[in-house]
């Protein structure tokens, strides 16, 4: 059986989809970048779903995803392990994700889910899929997040209310609005 037939027409499939995806921020969401020189590990707190622990090459901070704000902390991590400590998250044992593996979630609990396609590799492609909805089934509700080389990490919070997306020299933080949110600032909409 000759599977380079079907492989051509799957791959070919899949690219017409792709391109059927919006990229940009998802409706709902406020994205925040920063520059990270060297970035080699990011992971959430589960106890604190806002906070986000950045190890780089200019050492380790804290960001609130709530606030934007940044706390630089003496760097304590363990690669092997793949968990890291901040002073200001207490005795929490924080799991990262980056240049030794790991992971951080790719679902949420209200249903919003993220997915990695590589189309044109090594380039990578991070796409946002709302409600339960599927990339390959409903493209046009998704957003394509991420579309760089060097992915390190990418994922949400605990609550699901924060997500980040990685690579070695930026970090991309997407923190969901709520509807206070949304009435406080409606003139920036």
């Given at each position: 059986m000759d599977t380079s037939n079907i492989e051509d027409a799957n791959r070919k499939r899949l690219f017409d989809i792709i391109r059927l995806i919006p990229a940009g921020i998802p409706d709902g969401w406020q994205k925040t970048t920063y520059a990270v020189g060297g970035l080699m590990y990011v992971g959430f707190s589960n106890m604190h779903t806002e906070k986000l622990v950045v190890i780089s090459a200019q050492g380790q901070s804290i960001i609130d995803c709530n606030t934007?704000?940044?706390?630089?902390?003496?760097?304590?991590?363990?690669?092997?392990?793949?968990?890291?400590?901040?002073?200001?998250?207490?005795d929490e044992i924080v799991p990262i994700a980056g240049d030794g593996g790991g992971g951080l979630r790719?679902?949420?609990?209200?249903?919003?889910?993220?997915?990695?396609?590589?189309?044109?590799?090594?380039?990578?492609k991070i796409i946002f899929m709302p409600n339960y909805r599927h990339y390959t089934?409903?493209?046009?509700?998704?957003?394509?997040?991420?579309?760089d080389y060097e992915l390190k990490a990418f994922g949400f919070s605990?609550?699901?209310?924060?997500?980040a997306v990685c690579n070695s020299h930026t970090l991309d933080v997407f923190?969901?609005?709520?509807?206070?949110?949304?009435?406080?600032n409606s003139e920036k909409y």
């Amino acid at each position: 059986m000759d599977t380079s037939n079907i492989e051509d027409a799957n791959r070919k499939r899949l690219f017409d989809i792709i391109r059927l995806i919006p990229a940009g921020i998802p409706d709902g969401w406020q994205k925040t970048t920063y520059a990270v020189g060297g970035l080699m590990y990011v992971g959430f707190s589960n106890m604190h779903t806002e906070k986000l622990v950045v190890i780089s090459a200019q050492g380790q901070s804290i960001i609130d995803c709530n606030t934007g704000g940044k706390t630089y902390c003496d760097e304590n991590y363990d690669e092997d392990d793949l968990i890291a400590l901040a002073d200001e998250l207490g005795d929490e044992i924080v799991p990262i994700a980056g240049d030794g593996g790991g992971g951080l979630r790719r679902y949420s609990k209200d249903g919003n889910m993220l997915a990695s396609a590589a189309p044109f590799w090594p380039m990578e492609k991070i796409i946002f899929m709302p409600n339960y909805r599927h990339y390959t089934q409903n493209p046009d509700k998704c957003t394509i997040l991420f579309d760089d080389y060097e992915l390190k990490a990418f994922g949400f919070s605990k609550c699901g209310n924060y997500m980040a997306v990685c690579n070695s020299h930026t970090l991309d933080v997407f923190r969901k609005l709520t509807k206070n949110h949304f009435s406080e600032n409606s003139e920036k909409y």
